[in-house]
Nanobody, 126 residues
Framework: QVQLVESGGGSVQAGGSLRLSCAASGYTNKAYCMAWFRQRPGKEREAVARSSTRDGSTYVYDSMKGRFTASQDNAKNTLYLQMNSLKSEDTAMYYC???????????????????WGQGTQVTVSS
C-alpha cells in the first residue's frame, strides 16, 4: 500500500520561503505521478505541481510558476516543493498525492489520484 507523508509546513511572513517534502513508501517497480495539491479555505483543491518517477520531469502549474519549484529524489522516493515569495493567498493545506503512471499521463485533476497524504498546513501572514 502506498503511503505519503508530507512535512515542512508552517507559518511564515509574506515574502518568505518554505520547503515541503513528501516521502512515499510502498511503491512497486512501476512508475508513478506524484503531485502537490492545495486547498485554500472555501476553495476547491487545486493542483500546484507534479512530477513523474519515470523520467524525473516536473511541472509547476501556471499560477505558481516563478515562485514555486518542484523537484524529486527518486532514490528517496521523495517529492519536494520549494515555495518562495510566499503571499497570503498561498495560505492553504498542502497535500501530496500519487497515481500510477500507466498511460503516461500525469493528471491535474485531484479525482485521478489514488493515494493522498494527510496534508501539511502553510500559513502566510501579511
Amino acid at each position: 500500500q502506498v503511503q505519503l507523508v508530507e512535512s515542512g509546513g508552517g507559518s511564515v511572513q509574506a515574502g518568505g520561503s518554505l520547503r515541503l517534502s513528501c516521502a512515499a513508501s510502498g511503491y512497486t517497480n512501476k512508475a508513478y505521478c506524484m503531485a502537490w495539491f492545495r486547498q485554500r479555505p472555501g476553495k476547491e483543491r487545486e493542483a500546484v505541481a507534479r512530477s513523474s518517477t519515470r523520467d524525473g520531469s516536473t511541472y509547476v502549474y501556471d499560477s505558481m510558476k516563478g515562485r514555486f519549484t518542484a523537484s524529486q529524489d527518486n532514490a528517496k522516493n521523495t517529492l519536494y516543493l520549494q515555495m518562495n515569495s510566499l503571499k497570503s493567498e498561498d495560505t492553504a493545506m498542502y497535500y501530496c498525492a500519487a497515481h500510477l503512471l500507466g498511460s503516461g499521463v500525469c493528471w491535474s485533476s485531484a479525482g485521478r489520484y489514488d493515494y493522498w497524504g494527510q496534508g501539511t498546513q502553510v500559513t502566510v501572514s501579511s
